[in-house]
């Protein structure tokens, strides 16, 4: 195997090096859907284009002033509303308090709009839409994420982010660079996992924390790029000793 030759990335045998090309490549691209999700999963939030520092902080810290199930048709959920009619009286029933006595005259839009995905049986997002004890749920105040829901993603996130994380450090760590270029990189892109997640749960405890995500976010990108890009170049473009 190559790491037992110790041998310079491009003095590697071709087969190797565009393997290691691919997967560079393809780590990269990785990263830039998941960017594109988080875009478009967290920018319909302030209905304002663009993904912004109100946009996470309605994610994450929440509206406060609304309730949850509000949020939702005003952000990602208003395409699945059929008419600005049904979206306007889901909005004034909210506004009236949400109350039970008025569930039957916006039940025939939930039913059209929402209870395909929120239903007893599928219970997306943990949201029942069907009946008024489903719906009560998220009729309280909007707080944000929920504990469990970022629990659940600060997870995944780990366990996803982690070993893809050291694989590109192990490619890099055979290029040429200088080992204190080499040990800051690695070490700065490893710590970025934690910090892109430490920033989710700052801003669930304080709005004013929003920014910190968007910064997590960067770092841990310019820790993806950093990794594939100097690969790359050590690869292909230096020039052998």
């Avoid at 979206?87 to 008025?102: H, P, V, Y």
């Avoid at 994420?145 to 996803?160: D, G, N, P």
Wanted: glycine letters at 10%; hydrophobic letters at 50%.
């Amino acid at each position: 195997m190559f790491w037992e030759q110790a041998r310079p990335l491009k003095k590697l045998p071709l087969g190797i090096r565009l393997g290691l090309t691919a997967f560079l490549l393809v780590a990269g691209i990785g990263y830039l859907l998941g960017f594109t999700n988080i875009y478009l999963t967290y920018s319909p939030n302030d209905q304002k284009p663009g993904l912004s520092v109100a946009d996470v902080r309605l994610a994450f810290y929440g509206s406060r002033e609304g309730t949850k199930v509000e949020k939702a048709i005003q952000g990602g959920m208003r395409q699945y509303v059929a008419s600005d009619a049904d979206f306007e009286k889901i909005r004034q029933w909210i506004r009236e308090g949400g109350k039970e006595s008025g569930f039957a005259n916006v039940q025939p839009v939930f039913a059209a709009s929402c209870n395909g995905c929120h239903s007893k049986a599928s219970q997306v997002g943990g949201v029942v839409t069907e009946d008024y004890a489903g719906l009560s749920l998220v009729l309280a105040q909007d707080t944000g994420m929920s504990i469990s829901r970022l629990v659940q993603i600060s997870h995944t996130h780990v366990l996803a982010a982690l070993p893809l994380i050291f694989l590109l450090c192990f490619v890099f760590s055979f290029s040429r660079f200088p080992q204190a270029l080499k040990a800051v990189v690695i070490v700065l892109s490893l710590l970025a996992i934690p910090a892109d997640i430490g920033s989710w749960w700052l801003a669930r405890l304080s709005a004013g924390m929003a920014p910190l995500v968007i910064l997590g976010g960067v770092s841990l990108g310019l820790a993806f790029a950093a990794l594939v890009l100097l690969s790359l170049y050590d690869i292909w473009v230096r020039k052998a000793d």
